[in-house]
């Protein structure tokens, strides 16, 4: 099985900071890497796909990069409403694997 | 507008069975696979299987293999996970959600479900 090593496991950042957040595949998976944000007591949201590709109404200041086992999420300019958990996801082989998340708070 | 509605919250004791559902609307629900995740409390995301309701083609990651079973009734567009034997560490919020694109097994979860809670107490 693919593992996926998420880091760091929690952050405290200012707003406007930049933050980034890394994952790294056990074996290359090429692109097939997702981002989700998960807010307390929601479901998941998908941000990120395939590596790099903004998900549906999601803003700017999130990116995504990376191809074969290392990737991050960047957040550009932090603001109130991103506290959250991010978690990546490698997909491949009609098998899918997340990562441990990383909570991100406000310094 | 898309949407996953996932069955209410459920209580059952150690031993019992269980079967929650998902039902899809506002696209072709055949054409979509649907995925399980398990969320333990206070633990990250698992991702436990997939399914594709136009032949019922069923995935399995293999930390879920032969302790759930992922089913789906395309005529009332609907995914099941079912368990036949119920044990305390199966308490957990289960999401179901819909891939982002067609007829693809290898795809993000786009769309997700509001989660069915699941506790097993005795």
């Known amino acids: 099985d693919i593992q996926m090593t998420q880091s760091p496991s929690s952050l405290s950042a200012s707003v406007g900071d930049r933050v980034t957040i890394t994952c790294q595949a056990s074996?290359?998976?090429?692109?097939?890497l997702n981002w989700y944000q998960q807010k307390p007591g929601k479901a998941p949201k998908l941000l990120i796909y395939?590596?790099?590709n903004l998900g549906t109404g999601v803003p700017s200041r999130f990116s995504g990069t990376g191809s074969g086992t290392d990737f991050s999420l960047s957040i550009s300019s932090l603001q109130p409403e991103d506290i959250a958990t991010y978690y990546c996801?490698?997909?491949?082989?009609?098998?899918?694997?997340f990562g441990g998340g990383t909570k991100v708070e406000i310094k | 507008e898309v949407q996953l509605v996932q069955s209410g919250a459920e209580v059952k004791k150690p031993g019992e069975s269980l079967k929650i559902s998902c039902k899809g609307s506002?696209?072709?629900?055949?054409?979509?696979?649907i995925g399980w995740v398990r969320q333990m409390p206070g633990k990250g995301l698992e991702w436990m299987g997939i399914?594709?309701?136009?032949?019922?083609?069923?995935r399995y990651s293999p930390s879920f293999q032969g302790h759930v079973t992922i089913s789906a009734d395309k005529s009332i567009t609907t995914a099941y996970l079912q368990w036949r034997t119920l044990k305390a560490s199966d308490t957990a919020m289960y999401y179901c959600?819909?891939?982002?694109?067609?007829?693809?097994?290898?795809?993000?979860?786009?769309?997700w479900g509001q989660g069915t809670l699941v506790t097993v107490s005795s």
């Open positions: 074996e290359d998976i090429s692109n097939y």
């Open positions: 506002g696209y072709r629900f055949n054409n979509y696979w």
């Open positions: 399914i594709y309701p136009g032949d019922s083609d069923t």
């Open positions: 959600a819909r891939g982002i694109a067609p007829n693809s097994g290898n795809s993000p979860f786009e769309y």
């Open positions: 996801e490698q997909y491949d082989n009609f098998l899918g694997t």
């Open positions: 395939d590596a790099s």
